[in-house]
């Protein structure tokens, strides 16, 4: 895909990046806050539960990216006791130069976090090898099935856990699963039992953050909340497991 | 219950320089998927037991506050 010729792929994202958010956040991992956050527009995942949705799925979405402008606020923010550079979409993958920009301008000794939808090539990720404290990975579905009909993307599974793989050996890695209602069995239970078997110890933030927003409510299962007994279930099976949960 | 209220918190202009977005449920759950260091704060205020929003509010310290604290205290762990 040559950009530069005005081609777009499924993300319709072009050559340049913009960003729709870039503040100080508290609502990540405890580790890693208070976090600058700079979320840039389009991703090449179709969620229909997007939280972000109006901007993950319209790559114009945001402001043009501002180097200059960017890293005075980054660094205002260090100074003022953020703890982490959080580069995220959308997906920020699909805009890797701009990423690459941003990290080019940061102070050499942030803690830089790379929140992913784990979706990206083996040539992506070589190209971010070494760049990054902490990978922030997505793992949203645990089956190819649910990935196609929920995100319309194929081949999920294989290309996550691959991802997931390098990454653990890349940096620390703390692997997210947003609770689904109606997916624990389908989808959590396949998730933990493959990071317990597989990625044992790694970090795992199993997040109840779900709502009915966007276009959830075209899956009937999504039109509500995860209820307190499938949360109930979903923390069994991670204290079954002994999955290392963070908040 | 679909449309989550978008807060912004910047009076001097009309564009946003914060948000926060909030989803409050008729239980009275709040989800916040975007909470900024303020909101946090206000929202800490409103219902001081949630030991959740009030880790996320004393994890935010400036430069000048984190000279003040103990050198073994553990930022990843805070306790008051």
Redesign the interface.
């Known amino acids: 895909m040559d950009r530069l010729a005005v081609e777009q792929g499924s993300c319709h994202a072009g050559a340049g990046a913009r960003v729709f958010s870039a503040q100080v956040e508290v609502s990540d991992e405890l580790e890693l806050i208070p976090t600058f956050a700079v979320a840039l527009s389009g991703c090449d995942l179709r969620c229909a539960f997007c939280v972000t949705g109006a901007q993950s799925w319209n790559a114009l979405a945001g402001e043009p990216l501002d180097l200059v402008a960017l890293q005075a606020r980054a660094e205002r923010a260090l100074g003022n006791g953020a703890r982490s550079i959080m580069i995220l979409g959308g997906e920020p993958t699909i805009h890797l130069p701009s990423a690459l920009e941003i990290v080019s301008v940061l102070p050499e000794d942030a803690r830089l976090v790379w929140k992913t939808n784990a979706y990206g090539s083996a040539q992506s990720r070589a190209l971010l090898a070494g760049l990054f404290e902490v990978w922030l990975p997505d793992y949203k579905f645990g089956n190819d099935g649910c990935a196609q009909r929920l995100a319309r993307v194929p081949n999920y599974t294989a290309v996550v856990r691959e991802n997931l793989l390098w990454a653990a050996q890349e940096s620390d890695l703390i692997v997210r699963h947003l609770l689904m209602p109606g997916h624990i069995d389908c989808c959590w239970r396949p998730v933990a039992e493959w990071l317990a078997a597989t990625l044992p110890g790694v970090k795992v933030n199993l997040r109840r953050g779900f709502w009915p927003g966007w276009q959830a409510a075209q899956h009937a299962e999504l039109r509500g909340l995860v209820s307190d007994a499938e949360a109930d279930r979903a923390w069994s099976i991670a204290r079954e497991l002994e999955l290392n949960l963070v908040e | 219950?679909?449309?989550?209220i978008k807060l912004n918190q910047s009076r001097e202009s009309p564009k946003a320089?914060?948000?926060s977005?909030l989803?409050i449920?008729p239980d009275g759950k709040i989800?916040?998927?975007?909470?900024?260091?303020e909101m946090?704060a206000v929202l800490s205020e409103l219902n001081p037991d949630d030991e959740?929003i009030k880790?996320?509010?004393i994890?935010?310290?400036?430069?000048e506050?984190?000279k003040l604290l103990p050198a073994d205290w553990d930022?990843?762990?805070p306790k008051l």
């Open positions: 219950m679909n449309s989550p320089e914060l948000l977005e989803l449920m989800y916040a998927p975007n909470l900024t260091p946090a959740s880790r996320r509010v994890t935010h310290v400036g430069a506050t984190k930022e990843s762990n």
